[in-house]
């Protein structure tokens, strides 16, 4: 998925010249006129970096920058006619990452967007939940034993996730009903949930009369091992 970078720059010159150089290395492009267009496209968008003019009419990008720092830590690129010390520091100072002068290269400001990203974009964290042979990559959704691969449906997955995020744990049929089923409207019964537990132990190739990673609770439900 190509990252966004909103630009907030009353000039539409500035405004289309960016954009054709941004778009032709890849990333995703909006534009806003003014400073309280730019602050609702910040939070409407969630853009991954915002090019953020400094001479903006009524809310200016200093009082810009302010605001979007109380909510939100995205990257800011300043674009800037004054080269004085004290803007720079003012800026920088309220949480611009960077400052590029005008007149620029857009070569330049895409190269800046390009190290602020590398700078302050991580990748995710990788989520491994392990018990004894079993292993789950919670973001590559991908279910191991011992090794093998195990092919689960995504109620199935979710049912052992929440097994895997509170080992020993007994959970109650609805307790897990509620878990697989909290994004879904669906009428389940409460047995429905032996029904998943099931399938779940076939693939992992758990006999229930002796459990290597999932038991039953007589009268309660279920718990990992």
């Known amino acids: 998925m190509s990252q966004t970078v909103l630009i907030v720059e009353d000039d539409e010159k ?11 290395e890849g990333f995703g492009v909006s534009a806003a006129p003014d ?9 409407r968008l969630r853009p991954d970096l915002v090019i953020l003019d400094l001479m903006l009419p009524h809310l200016d990008g ?3 920058c302010r605001r979007i720092r109380a909510s939100s830590e995205v990257p800011v690129l300043m674009l800037t006619a ?3 010390e004290v803007d720079r520091l003012l800026g920088l100072s309220i949480g611009a990452d960077d400052y590029v002068t005008k007149p620029f290269s857009p070569r330049e400001v ?23 042979g079993l ?9 191991t034993v011992d090794g093998r691969e195990v092919r689960l449906t995504s109620i199935e997955f979710r049912l052992l996730q929440a097994l895997l995020e509170s080992p020993e744990r007994v959970f109650t049929r609805d307790a897990l ?3 697989i089923y909290a994004h879904q409207e669906s009428a389940v019964v409460d047995r429905a949930i032996d029904v998943h537990v099931g399938k779940v132990r076939e693939k992992l190739g758990d006999d229930p009369a002796r459990p290597r990673f999932i038991a039953t609770v007589r009268g309660v439900g279920y718990k990992l091992l």
Do not use: F, K
């Open 14 to 24: 500035i405004v289309h010249l960016l954009r054709l150089y941004l778009e032709r």
């Open 35 to 43: 400073g309280a267009a730019g602050l609702e496209a910040v939070a």
């Open 62 to 64: 200093i009082e810009v």
């Open 82 to 84: 004054r080269v004085d």
């Open 110 to 132: 895409v190269a800046r967007v390009r190290t602020i990203l590398r700078r302050t974009t991580r990748p995710p964290a990788e989520r491994i939940l392990r018990r004894g």
């Open 135 to 143: 292993a789950m990559d919670v973001e590559r959704h991908h279910v």
């Open 177 to 179: 009903l509620n878990r």
